[in-house]
């Protein structure tokens, strides 16, 4: 790791986890305050990702917490949530309720107006959106079965074509598992190469290398926080911890912001199935990380703060 955490950043890699917020530290219904979590217990100085902890500083990282209710009455969801982390607007408040899984009309024409993705683009700088979909997933799509949840309406908005199998199986496109696990056992790809987390980690640093900003997206936290399945939600966070490690192992910490956040929290309390009213964390590691996390406060602080880590022209 760097030797000063205020290096201005030259790229920022943005790690999106839905359904992930700060929680009770009681290891009875929060899987944060169970799994083993090596990588983010290092960066926090012991501090768990819990609300107990409140804004923790390092050297390395800052982790302060994000308020995903925007001033709406209503449990936050996810399609406002990730509208306003993309946008820096109150998309809640300008379409008059916390709404999702998946965009309606109204969120969805906030998107397409304009992202962060589409200011880098308009920068002259390079992002990808990382995950891969499979054949299925476009089928559907098409044939007008299912809509683009945000973050990918967000990219196909800014000019990128949605990453496929092929890019998986070639290692220029990401599972949202981390491993490839999903790829073989769900959908069938036998020949998906199966990683570990922390090699995923370290690949998707190799991928970002060739580019100004980078946004993965995780949703089996939101799953599993629907389903208060205590073990797996454990497992996975578990996982992401490796995928962290690697990351970041991987990673030049001196030019290199990585986020982590999410829309809305569910799986910190396994004692209810709905969405919380919880700050989710908001994680910054790496360059610049004290000065961009005081920035951040709420949702709509994030996507203008990545705007000034990449010094982005105003909007």
Do not use: C
Request: no cysteine.
């Amino acid at each position: 790791m760097p030797t000063n955490g205020q290096t201005a950043a030259t790229r920022v890699i943005f790690l999106f986890l839905d359904g992930v917020g700060l929680g009770a530290d009681d290891p009875a219904i929060n899987p944060l305050a169970r799994a083993h979590l090596p990588t983010l217990n290092a960066l926090l100085a012991g501090a768990p990702l819990t609300a107990a902890s409140g804004r923790v500083r390092t050297q390395h990282a800052t982790l302060t917490p994000l308020d995903a209710t925007l001033g709406v009455p209503g449990r936050p969801q996810s399609a406002t949530g990730q509208a306003a982390l993309l946008t820096g607007r109150n998309v809640p408040q300008l379409v008059g309720e916390h709404y999702g899984p998946r965009p309606h009309p109204p969120v969805r024409a906030i998107v397409q107006a304009g992202t962060l993705l589409s200011q880098v683009r308009d920068a002259g700088k390079r992002f990808l959106f990382v995950n891969a979909y499979p054949p299925g997933y476009f089928e559907v799509v098409n044939r007008g079965k299912r809509v683009l949840s945000v973050m990918p309406l967000a990219a196909v908005s800014a000019g990128q074509a949605l990453l496929t199998h092929e890019d998986l199986l070639a290692g220029r496109g990401f599972s949202a598992d981390f491993t490839n696990q999903g790829w073989r056992t769900h959908l069938g790809f036998a020949d998906a190469p199966l990683l570990t987390p922390a090699q995923a980690g370290r690949n998707l640093a190799a991928q970002a290398s060739a580019h100004d900003f980078i946004l993965f997206e995780h949703w089996l936290t939101d799953v599993q926080g629907h389903g208060q399945e205590m073990e797996a939600a454990v497992a996975n966070l578990e996982a992401f911890d490796g995928f962290l490690g690697g990351l970041i192992e991987a990673s030049d910490l001196a030019h290199t912001l990585i986020v982590m956040t999410s829309d809305h929290g569910n799986v910190e309390d396994l004692g209810t199935r709905n969405h919380t009213m919880n700050p989710v964390p908001g994680l910054f590691i790496g360059a610049d990380h004290a000065a961009i996390a005081a920035q951040t406060h709420d949702l709509t602080d994030l996507a203008p703060a990545l705007s000034q880590a990449l010094a982005l022209p105003p909007k």
